[in-house]
C-alpha cells in the first residue's frame, strides 16, 4: 500500500509535534497520512465518532467545535453507561432506517393493485405510471401499476401479465377526467352514432402503451377518475387531445365533474373542433351515409344519458 499512503510515524506520548505543535495524546501512536486522499478517507465514521469536529483534544470544551453524534458515544464511556447508551443509539438509528425504507417503498415502489390499494392521501398528489391492458369504452381503461417502470426492471425481467385471469383484481378502472365520450351499446340498450368510433380512436392511442395516471378521487362505480398522460415526442394529455379530434366532449355532469385546472382549455379544444367539424362534429357517419340514414342533430353524451334514465323511469 506504499503507492497510496505516503506513512511516517510521528512521537508518542509527550513528545512535542515539531511540525504542528501539538501533543499526541499519553499511550496513543499517531499516523499521519501526507496524501491528500486520506482526508476524504479520514472525515467519515472516524470524524463522526470523535468528539470533536476540528480534530482537537480539547473539542469537548469548544462549544461550537463539539460534534453530538460523537459525544453521545463519548459521554456513554465517560459515564461507565457506555454499553448501554451505545446500544440505544444504535437501536434508534436502525429505526430510523428500517423507518425511512418502508416510507420509501411504499412511496416509491409498492405496486397498487386496484383501487382498494389507492389511499385518500395519495389523491392529486401521486402519479401512478403503468400500462393499459384494456380500453373499455370511450372514456376509460384499465391500468396495470408499474411503479418505477424500466427501473424497477418492468419490461424487462418484469413482465406485465396477459391472461385475463391473471390480471384480477391487479388492475385499476381509470376514467379519463374531464371529458366525456359517446356511449356504446350495453345491456341491451342502444348506443349512441360515434360510440363505437370514440372507443376506436381511445384504443388505437393508448392500449398496450405506458401512460401516468394522476388520480384527482373515485367515482360511484369504483373508477379511478384521473388525468392520463402518454409520451411521444412530447408527454400529451389523452383527455385533451381526444377533444380537439372531435371524439368527447368536455364532461357536463352537474357533480363529480374533475378538470385538474384544465376546464377552459378543455372548452375551447371542443370550440375549435366544432369550428373544424372534425370528429363527430363532422356530420353524418360513413355507414349512415352508405345506409342512406337521415342525419339526426348530434345529442351529447350527456344529453343522451340524461334522456335514456329518463325513459327508464318513466311508467310503462
Sequence with gaps: MGWFWSERQLPSKTEELSEEGNVASPGYSVTHRDDSSSSIFGTGISSLMSPSLGGSDDGRESGSDQNPVGALFEAGGESGGGGRLNTVAWCAVTAATVWYGNKSYKTFIRRIKNVGYLKPHQLRKKSLFGYVTRVGDGDNFRLYHTPLGRFAGW??????????????????????????????????????????????????????????????????????????????????????????????????????????????????????????????????????????????????????????????????
Design 155 to 316: 419490461g424487462l425481467w418484469r413482465k406485465v401479465p396477459t391472461k385475463v385471469s391473471d390480471l384480477k383484481d391487479q388492475t385499476l378502472s381509470v376514467r379519463i377526467a374531464g371529458i366525456d365520450a359517446p356511449e356504446l351499446p350495453h345491456f341491451g340498450k342502444p348506443g349512441q352514432p360515434h360510440g363505437q368510433d370514440a372507443l376506436d380512436w381511445l384504443t388505437n392511442y393508448i392500449q398496450h402503451r405506458r401512460v401516468r395516471v394522476l388520480p384527482l378521487s373515485t367515482d360511484q362505480y369504483g373508477r379511478v377518475v384521473g388525468t392520463v398522460h402518454v409520451r411521444g415526442l412530447f408527454s400529451r394529455d389523452v383527455g385533451l387531445e381526444m377533444i380537439k379530434a372531435g371524439w368527447a366532449t368536455v364532461y357536463e355532469a352537474k357533480s363529480g365533474a374533475e378538470f385538474a385546472g384544465k376546464e377552459e382549455q378543455y372548452r375551447e379544444a371542443e370550440a375549435r373542433a366544432k369550428q373544424k367539424k372534425v370528429g363527430m362534429w363532422g356530420g353524418q357517419t360513413m355507414i349512415g351515409k352508405l345506409l342512406g340514414k337521415k342525419q339526426e342533430p348530434l345529442e351529447s353524451p350527456r344529453d343522451f344519458k340524461t334522456r335514456a334514465k329518463k325513459e327508464e323511469s318513466a311508467p310503462k
